[in-house]
């Protein structure tokens, strides 16, 4: 990660109207230096340095070779750390993640460096996270067609009188065995009523014939996600439960048509949600997709409030869904890669309804 991991310091100065900046939040500490540890990164004009424990000084340095290490201890805390640095570069504001970190945190920094203004960053790594180089996307392409490989490899052993929980392992287990580095975000499994529950957590719910069991999942490699979603039925699916199915399908297929540089996010969004709106009323209660990257929910959104313009690099999800209390549910995703051209969808796995 060494070379990518300069290039980003380098825009993140190029773009930080600051004259230093402390970031805690894993991903952007990752994107900005390689290192996956616990600690920070404090990073200036004239310095870019990992604050972490004993047990990250060495896996610090092999991740972020780039950078200084400074190590902690019980009577040279972090925020002590941060005020040596900052007096060493004559540094008077420190920009820090006011939505990352906590009011104790920001409390102890203001008791270290009472001569320094502390003042918000303002999210810029995440909006600098946005647009994906050529090996951000690499590797979630990779990611997804482990996770779309794993899905195929599965089907063939998905039975009436399994639970979620054991589906949720196997397919967890499949990831893994095909070279996941780890899960991008807690897999669901729901089945039968739980599916009108967005985000169920996957039970000891029993499959039977007749239900749809819809499955929510992505590898990563690098530490980049992959977020898939594919829904399959157990035996003859009934007409209502069958109808949902094909309203979801046909709102996504709308949705991805228009995935493109130059569209709006909202209206992407709003293309799905009308089509869905006009058949199940008030059922679709979440955005239509987010953004996919060294975190499982980025910018930008397909969301009605969000005027973003797509560019090429944007990776963003297409994720209809509608969800009926007391019959089920359904939800359809890919993640989808802007390109100059138009989109790359490296979800490989099948759309049309499968009646195990």
């Not at 109207?17 to 952007?28: M, Q, S, T, V």
């Not at 647009?131 to 990779?142: A, G, L, N, S, V």
């Not at 599916?195 to 069991?213: E, K, M, R, T, W």
């Amino acid at each position: 990660m060494g070379g990518y991991a300069l290039n980003r310091a380098n825009k993140f100065l190029e773009a930080f109207n600051g004259e230093a900046a402390l970031i805690h939040r894993p991903e952007n500490v990752r994107w900005l230096t390689g290192y996956t540890g616990e600690g920070c990164v404090y990073i200036s004009r004239t310095r870019q340095a990992i604050i972490t424990d004993f047990r990250y000084i060495e896996a610090a340095g092999r991740e972020a070779p780039e950078c200084a290490i400074e190590r902690t201890t019980s009577e040279r805390k972090e925020p002590a750390v941060v005020g040596e640095l900052l007096s060493a570069d004559h540094v008077t504001a420190l920009s820090i993640e006011t939505d990352y970190l906590t009011w104790d945190q920001v409390k102890a920094l203001e008791a270290a460096l009472p001569v320094v203004r502390l003042d918000p960053l303002k999210e810029l790594p995440q909006t600098l996270r946005m647009i994906k180089d050529d090996h951000e996307i690499d590797c979630i392409q990779r990611a997804c067609e482990i996770s779309s490989k794993a899905f195929a490899n599965i089907l063939e052993r998905l039975k009436p009188g399994m639970t979620e929980r054991q589906v949720q392992i196997m397919l967890d287990y499949e990831m893994l065995s095909l070279g996941s580095g780890g899960n991008a975000f807690d897999t669901i499994a729901a089945a039968g009523v739980n599916g009108s529950l967005p985000h169920a957590v996957p039970s000891d719910y029993v499959i039977q014939i007749g239900d749809l069991l819809t499955l929510d999942f992505g590898a990563t490699v690098e530490g980049y996600c992959a977020d898939m979603t594919r829904t399959v039925g157990f035996g003859h699916i009934g007409s209502e439960l069958r109808a949902v199915y094909d309203c979801v399908l046909k709102a996504q297929t709308m949705a991805l048509a228009a995935v493109c540089p130059g569209a709006v996010c909202a209206d992407i969004d709003r293309i799905a949600r009308d089509h869905i709106e006009a058949r199940y009323p008030g059922a679709f209660g979440h955005s239509l997709g987010h953004g996919v990257g060294l975190f499982i929910h980025e910018q930008p959104r397909l969301a009605r409030t969000d005027t973003t313009v797509l560019q090429p690099g944007h990776v963003v999800t297409v994720e209809p869904g509608v969800y009926i209390p007391g019959l089920g549910g359904c939800r359809i995703e890919d993640t989808t890669i802007v390109t100059e051209r138009g989109m790359i969808d490296p979800v490989t796995a099948p759309k049309e309804l499968i009646e195990l």
